[in-house]
């Protein structure tokens, strides 16, 4: 597939560095459409990896992605089951056309919860991609943003010195990373559900009506010229765009 060129779709300088999606709205997809939950997972997979190969083309620096959460556990075991499946099999598939494409992958959360083989996959994507030089493709699963925060509380503690905000920065998953330009949450939804607090401090939101499975690159294109629409101030008095 040819290269999309960010010039093509007029999206300009102005990229959001790092983006980051709360993938909602896969069981509702399902649900509409008459199907199973665990269908609209699948869905919610395939658009996944259209996604990520449009966010690498287009030069994204940074796509964090919410894949599962501390508190999805709440959910029916067959499900969970099902979402795991998935997991492994996303990867076992998509590894190798990741790191053709130079993909660098961080898994953010507590893998030590998930099954042996699953954690096998996880480390071998992250240390086979490791020196990478494209996208920074962070999956959180397991992952809680109030949890990071603990974990990075006690790296901290264990090293006994004065904290700073870049030493707490450094500490959390996303350490030499950028903060999050851009929120994209799909299915109506308007809430962090726990996502990356910190990292969110000064990030725009864009909410969408429509359900991951239906973000196709069109939609997320749209976010982004949302994105590039508001003023950023960061506190300062800045003249609008
Ligand atoms: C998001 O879709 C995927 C995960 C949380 C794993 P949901 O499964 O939350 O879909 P809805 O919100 O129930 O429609
Ligand atoms: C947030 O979605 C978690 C992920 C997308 C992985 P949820 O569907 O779990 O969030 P709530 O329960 O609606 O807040
Ligand atoms: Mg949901």
Redesign the pocket.
Known sequence: MAKIQPETLNLGKDLPKHIGII?????????RKGLP?KL??RA?MERLRGLIRFSSDIGIEALSL????TE?WK?PKE?VGA?FELFMEYFLSELDELHKNGVCIRIMGDMSAFPQRMQDAMAEAMSKTASNPGLKLNIALNYGSRAEVVRAANILVKKGEEVDEEALMNALYTAGLPDLDLVIRT?G?QRLSNFMLLQAAYAEFVFTDE??PELTEELYTGCIREYQRRTRRFGAVVEKK
């Open positions: 993938m909602d709205g896969n069981g509702r997809w399902a649900t939950r609209g997972h919610g919410y894949a599962f959460s999805n959910r499900e979402l299915a939804e359900t991951f």
